[in-house]
């Protein structure tokens, strides 16, 4: 199964900024919904954010609203989030998933071409 593939995690002091990315080489991204999830050790799955197909809809988790921000280039097949004033907790991995239909949710059931994730830690 295709599988997007995350890039950009890394250690950030808390209060500072971090970028990550999605990717994927092996179909178009503008006909679906793309999601970011995190997971850290011992914990759920949980909903970061989500952005529709056209990137005019965004949704954001209750803990990341106002910190985060993010947005997707369909010409290049790529979904961006801009992680602002990181705290200890958002440490985790981090990854991308797909869903169809043109509402966001955080329900990670609905997504599907889960890549590998990229880990980002947040710490002194």
């Known amino acids: 199964q295709s599988q997007f593939v995350e890039s950009g995690g890394g250690l950030v002091q808390p209060g500072g900024s971090l970028t990550i990315f999605c990717r994927v080489d092996t179909f178009t991204m503008q006909a679906y919904v793309i999601g970011w999830f995190r997971q850290a050790p011992g914990k759920e799955r949980e909903g970061v954010s989500c952005?529709?197909?056209?990137?005019?809809?965004?949704s954001y988790g209750d803990s990341v609203t106002g910190r985060f921000t993010v947005s997707r280039d369909n010409a290049k097949n790529t979904v961006t989030l801009q992680m602002n004033n990181l705290k200890p907790e958002d440490t985790g991995v981090y990854f991308c998933?797909?869903?169809?239909?043109?509402?966001?949710?955080?329900?990670?059931?609905?997504?599907?071409?889960w890549g590998p994730g990229t880990q980002v830690t947040v710490s002194s």
């Open positions: 952005v529709s197909p056209s990137g005019g809809s965004t």
């Open positions: 998933a797909r869903k169809t239909g043109p509402l966001c949710n955080s329900r990670w059931t609905d997504f599907d071409s």
